[in-house]
T-cell receptor
Framework: AQSVTQPDIHITVSEGASLELRCNYSYGATPYLFWYVQSPGQGLQLLLK??????LVQGIKGFEAEFKRSQSSFNLRKPSVHWSDAAEYFCAVGTGSGNTGKLIFGQGTTLQVKP | EAGVAQSPRYKIIEKRQSVAFWCNPI?????LYWYQQILGQGPKLLIQFQNNGVVDDSQLPKDRFSAERLKGVDSTLKIQPAKLEDSAVYLC?????????????FGQGTRLTVV
């Protein structure tokens, strides 16, 4: 069965430091992979997605993620974290075919940013 | 472009009562999703509509949950009777199509507390 694991429940980094959030997936075929961010009281916003091609994908707000098939990973990175990046981050894998696509989410990683 | 609208934002009910949530997707989006997000977990798909037809409701507890999407636009999700474990945020999302290469846009959610 398809699944997504985010090993880190909470991460605290200092403002200006680099960030890496881990994501491992289980999926039989070539996966569609996503990272979403959820600020308090807000819905989910798409940061970036990977479908095929270049394994390093760029997203909004300075985020990037690298797809590594051999490790079944899709880690999210940012070179320099801003206080406004404090939020909950969800990795997801897309399943289904045709118009039956749906997302399976990991449990999320809460990012705290220290001043 | 207006986003996905959900109401109410918050709801507190007693167990065994009924409750309904409303969602208005982005205009022109054929696919509508209802996700349940329990505290500390990632969102889990409850039901997916393609226009006014159900595509996937495999994880919907049909003994107490029901959903409809009249005329392929607005949707309502109902719980009757509610249980304590139904306390969660209910997220509505929509996409132009249901395929994995089209972005899903999420509403702000309805936070349900069952006491």
């Amino acid at each position: 069965a398809q699944s997504v694991t985010q090993p880190d429940i909470h991460i605290t980094v200092s403002e200006g430091a680099s960030l890496e959030l881990r994501c491992n997936y289980s999926y039989g075929a070539t996966p569609y992979l996503f990272w979403y961010v959820q600020s308090p009281g807000q819905g989910l916003q798409l940061l970036l997605k990977y479908f095929s091609g270049d394994t390093l994908v760029q997203g909004i707000k300075g985020f990037e993620a690298e797809f590594k098939r051999s490790q079944s990973s899709f880690n999210l990175r940012k070179p320099s974290v801003h206080w406004s990046d404090a939020a909950e981050y969800f990795c997801a894998v897309g399943t289904g075919s045709g118009n039956t696509g749906k997302l399976i989410f990991g449990q999320g990683t809460t990012l705290q940013v220290k001043p | 472009e207006a986003g996905v609208a959900q109401s109410p934002r918050y709801k507190i009910i007693e167990k065994r009562q009924s409750v309904a949530f409303w969602c208005n997707p982005i205009s022109g989006h054929a696919t509508l999703y209802w996700y349940q997000q329990i505290l500390g977990q990632g969102p889990k798909l409850l039901i997916q509509f393609q226009n006014n037809g159900v595509v996937d409701d495999s994880q919907l507890p049909k003994d107490r949950f029901s959903a409809e999407r009249l005329k392929g636009v607005d949707s309502t999700l109902k719980i009757q009777p509610a249980k304590l474990e139904d306390s969660a945020v209910y997220l509505c999302a929509s996409s132009l199509r249901g395929s994995m290469n089209t972005e899903a846009f999420f509403g702000q959610g309805t936070r349900l507390t069952v006491v």
